[in-house]
T-cell receptor, first 113, second 112 residues
Framework: DTEVTQTPKHLVMGMTNKKSLKCEQH?????MYWYKQKAKKPPELMFV???????INESVPSRFSPECPNSSLLNLHLHALQPEDSALYLC????????????FGPGTRLLVL | QQQVKQSPQSLIVQKGGISIINCAYE??????FPWYQQFPGKGPALLIA?????SEKKEGRFTISFNKSAKQFSLHIMDSQPGDSATYFC???????????FGKGTSLLVTP
């Protein structure tokens, strides 16, 4: 099973709202990633969790707050987003950090009004 | 700075034809080169990957050709089908690092 699941599939939020994206994998992977993808662009890395610890933050604004409650779960908390944050948010996981196959989830399509 | 350069940006191929997408890189430390396929509204899915100790890898209709001296690699899709119509991303990474450095993507349309 190489499945990464993400919820919700779609999310519409106002600029003052607080919402969370959820990602789950049951492959025993020890690295999990958040990416942001704009239309017709490649995914851009936001955060990397390695063995449940945040190891990379690609200078992402503080209105995005990641959390890794356990080795299978990854959350992305959203607060006071801007319309330009509208994008497809992708979660991925890999068996170990670096140089390994990353398995992507289907993404959450976020629209900020 | 784009570490992996991908071409063409878009490609139209007739059913049964060969689709060829090319990528080039500069960082000789890269040692893992995957290709991802993405359908609209879906996440990228790993298609095929290669390491620099191999010059070619084939899986079904998909083949990666790798030229280490030229720092180039390419994806060939043989007998292209309309169901292959998608966006294809090449990528490169370093075994000791985390980041997948993606190319800008190629939008492939296979016409019936």
């Amino acid at each position: 099973d190489t499945e990464v699941t993400q919820t919700p599939k779609h999310l519409v939020m106002g600029m003052t709202n607080k919402k969370s994206l959820k990602c789950e994998q049951h492959m025993g992977h020890r690295a999990m990633y958040w990416y942001k993808q704009k239309a017709k662009k490649p995914p851009e890395l936001m955060f990397v969790y390695s063995y449940e610890k945040l190891s990379i933050n690609e200078s992402v604004p503080s209105r995005f707050s990641p959390e890794c409650p356990n080795s299978s779960l990854l959350n992305l908390h959203l607060h006071a987003l801007q319309p330009e944050d509208s994008a497809l948010y992708l979660c991925a996981s890999s068996q170990s950090p670096g140089g390994e196959t990353q398995y992507f989830g289907p993404g959450t399509r976020l629209l900020v009004l | 700075q784009q570490q992996v350069k991908q071409s063409p940006q878009s490609l139209i191929v007739q059913k049964g034809g060969i689709s060829i997408i090319n990528c080039a890189y500069e960082n000789t430390a890269f040692d893992y080169f995957p290709w991802y396929q993405q359908f609209p509204g879906k996440g990228p899915a790993l298609l095929i990957a290669i390491r620099p100790d191999v010059s070619e890898k084939k899986e079904g209709r998909f083949t990666i050709s790798f030229n280490k001296s030229a720092k180039q690699f390419s994806l060939h899709i043989m007998d292209s089908q309309p169901g292959d119509s998608a966006t294809y991303f090449c990528a490169a990474s370093i075994n000791s690092g985390y980041a997948l450095n993606f190319g800008k993507g190629t939008s492939l349309l296979v016409t019936p």
